[in-house]
């Protein structure tokens, strides 16, 4: 797989192995990412010589938009690593997830994240975070395998935590792989994706939201989310995970007519192949193709196995 994406978080739903197969879909000179996600689709785009404008609401999209997307040559250094680990008086993770971690390594990712001043020293943070706890075990409890804190029985990926200084460092290195100046100036945006769809201009936008039926980001993310501003976050689900979602994908295609081409990627229970292909010729011609293919972070082993993912992209 393409060393770029070292760079970027391991993501719930993300598109790392159907990335080359999106792109194989795109037409022109501007490529639209209106669900940035983890940003695989993105950066391929970018390293591909597009301009990309991406757009998502979450904050933990916006880090990856700035930090990776929209950066051309800032790059992460030995200092970024060293001055996160400055002692602070900071303690909202121990407050507030206090079985989240071990105590002593609680102390040390309170500090890490009092200290990250950039977009790249938080993306670094949560790269490292996931090494020693994926994103699926972001809950408040401790596995039984650190309650025993016997080295032995640590599974492999838990040890970064006991030598953050080296981990951090190989990290950053991974992270610098996928920073980049393809000539473009490229445009990372926050906003409700039907309002960012009202002035973007470009040659193809590329559709991924929320599935219908499905666990939701915010949901999933929730302690993530709320390690990143600091807060605790109140779960607030995406309108595309509601029962009626059917709707809202309309309205994403009225709001790009515009736009000369389309690609729409989805999977989940609620919206079969021919199901989305029927949405989309409402609005324009298209074609369906259905993928077969492993998802990198995914909720269940059946999933893992038996995932489908639905493409649709206009003539």
Not at 147 to 157: R, S, Y
Not at 170 to 190: A, L
Not at 283 to 309: C, G, N, V
Request: with cysteine.
């Amino acid at each position: 797989m393409w060393k770029g994406y070292d760079s970027l978080p391991s993501y719930f739903g993300g598109k790392r192995k159907l990335a080359r197969r999106i792109m194989s879909h795109a037409e022109g000179e501007v490529f639209i990412d209106a669900f940035l996600g983890g940003g695989s689709v993105s950066l391929l785009a970018k390293a591909r010589g597009f301009k990309v404008i991406c757009n998502d609401i979450s904050e933990r999209s916006r880090m990856v938009g700035k930090a990776i997307v929209e950066n051309k040559n800032t790059k992460l250094t030995d200092y970024d690593v060293y001055s996160l680990f400055k002692e602070t008086e900071n303690k909202f993770i121990r407050e507030t997830y206090p079985n989240l971690l071990l105590e002593k390594d609680i102390q040390f990712i309170d500090n890490a994240f009092a200290n990250a001043k950039t977009d790249l020293q938080k993306l670094l943070l949560i790269k490292f975070l996931a090494k020693y706890k994926p994103f699926g075990m972001l809950s408040n409890k401790i596995p039984k395998d650190l309650e025993t804190c016997n080295i032995k029985v640590i599974k492999p990926h838990i040890k970064y935590m006991y030598k953050p200084v080296r981990a951090l460092e190989q990290i950053k290195d991974h992270i610098n792989y996928g920073i980049f100046d393809n000539g473009k100036d490229n445009e990372f945006h926050q906003k409700d994706v039907f309002d960012f769809l009202e002035n973007v201009q470009g040659d193809t936008v590329y559709f991924d939201p929320p599935y219908a039926g499905s666990q939701s980001y915010e949901e999933f993310y929730n302690i993530l989310d709320s390690i990143l501003v600091q807060k605790k976050i109140h779960v607030e689900k995406s309108k595309f995970n509601s029962d009626d979602a059917e709707k809202f994908l309309h309205k994403l295609l009225e709001k790009s007519m515009h736009i000369k081409k389309v690609i729409f990627s989805f999977g989940g229970p609620q919206i079969d192949g021919q199901k989305l292909l029927s949405i989309v010729q409402q609005h324009r011609p298209a074609e369906l193709y259905e993928i077969q293919h492993k998802w990198a972070i995914t909720a269940s082993d059946e999933q893992m196995q038996t995932a489908t993912e639905i493409l649709v992209v206009s003539k």
